[in-house]
């Protein structure tokens, strides 16, 4: 039975804990997913009221993401993430109640969802920055693929769950669902115990600077000299935001007008999503056994194979093969994002981990509304395939422009023998310290 378990859940027992917790968290949040739009529905709310209270989830993560990343630095993660789980139950709670009582009104979901919104943000840095202080830096790997895998789960159980729960006790019943996961959640992170984050962050040197407590301002400085100083960093943040911004939109709205035009509605939809959520499984499982010397040359690959979603789509191909193709790039966008999150990890100093995860979730949630009210007009004025076509020209060459970076192609897996976490030193650069050097998203993730 043991084999069965991947190691790092039977060697690592907090980390073990936190992912049952967080598994079933995500399993609620993909139920939520589906459900939200019905709850709007279900009250008299049009279409418009679907997006405004999908917008006023997501606007709070422009605003307070930055802020998240610079308190998760300063406090422990875990209780800022835990102040998120009670948060984030007692809004599902309260919406599951409004709509269960037929109290509930558009303005009020909207105002709860920001709210939720707010709670996502701090939650979204904690959450990065705590795993290198459960995990050794040789296992984060394994573990960010674990967490990706149940992701990529979600993705094909969630709607199934959703339906099921909405057809039996409504959308009310599905929301109190969601909330039910967040208070187990909690109550894992509750019995998670101190985390010695200085130790994790090289002793003393980590200790220091989150001792000197410099101002909110100065702190969010240090967290972008981090970013800029760093090649692969930055132009691995480019490239992500180039695939938010012209791949995704190929997925959230021209995939759905082709499937409703031309493959039947929303069935022929429903299997592509399948499809990518089942190759995103088999990816997560790629990069549990592989372990590439170079990861981020990997994962650029992984994103130009990922890029190809919007071609794939447009592609006049039947069905089932366009699924299968999903598929293929569904397995990209798992190893790009398990390797991109392990490569932060271990190469960021624990102390500015979080902030420099809050720039990475940014640049991702906030260039990517661009993108989706850009992809209509162009769509009209140049034909849906030949934009479909155009989105993967672009995004294709950048996700191989990585690779022209000597700082991606030799970033190794794990720091030189002898180094600290997170060595300030850039691979291939020739650069001196202080001059050196996220989710799933695909077919129906958010960032």
Known sequence: MGALIPEVLRTERRFARLFVGQSLSVLGDRVSFVALPFAVLSIGGSAADVGLVTAAGLLPLLVFTLAGGVWADRMPRQLIMLASDLLRCAVQTAAAVLLLTGTARVGLLALLMAVFGVADAFFLPASTGLLPLLVPADRLREANALRGFVQSTGLVVGPALAGLLIAAVGPGGALAVDAASFAVSAAVLARLGAVDSAAAAGGADGGAERAERLGFLAELRVGWQQVRSRTWVWSGMLAIAVYHVVVLPSVFVL?????????????????????????????????????????????????????????????????????????????????????????????????????????????????????????????????????????????????????????????????????????????????????????????????
Request: contains cysteine; negative net charge.
């Open 255 to 447: 995939g759905p007008v082709l499937a409703e035009r031309e493959w039947g509605g929303a069935g022929a939809w429903t299997v592509v999503v399948i499809a990518f959520g089942l190759g995103s499984i088999v990816g997560d499982v790629c990069s549990y056994r592989l372990k590439p010397a170079r990861p981020m040359a990997v994962a650029a690959v992984a994103m130009a194979v990922a890029s190809c979603q919007a071609a794939v789509i447009g592609s006049g191909a039947p069905v089932w093969v366009i699924a299968a193709l999903e598929a293929v790039t569904g397995v990209g966008v798992s190893l790009c994002f398990v390797l991109w999150e392990t490569s932060l990890q271990v190469h960021i100093p624990e102390r500015v981990l979080s902030r420099v995860s809050s720039y990475d979730h940014l640049i991702s949630v906030a260039l990517m509304p661009l993108g989706l009210v850009l992809a209509g007009p162009l769509s009209d004025g140049l034909g849906v395939r030949p934009t479909l076509f155009g989105m993967t020209v672009l995004a294709v060459p950048a996700a191989l422009a990585l690779l022209a970076l000597p700082a991606v192609r030799h970033l190794p897996a794990s720091l030189p023998s002898g180094s600290g976490s997170g060595a300030e030193s850039e691979p291939g650069s020739g650069a001196g310290p202080g001059s050196g050097a996220g989710r799933g998203a695909g077919v129906e993730a958010v960032v």
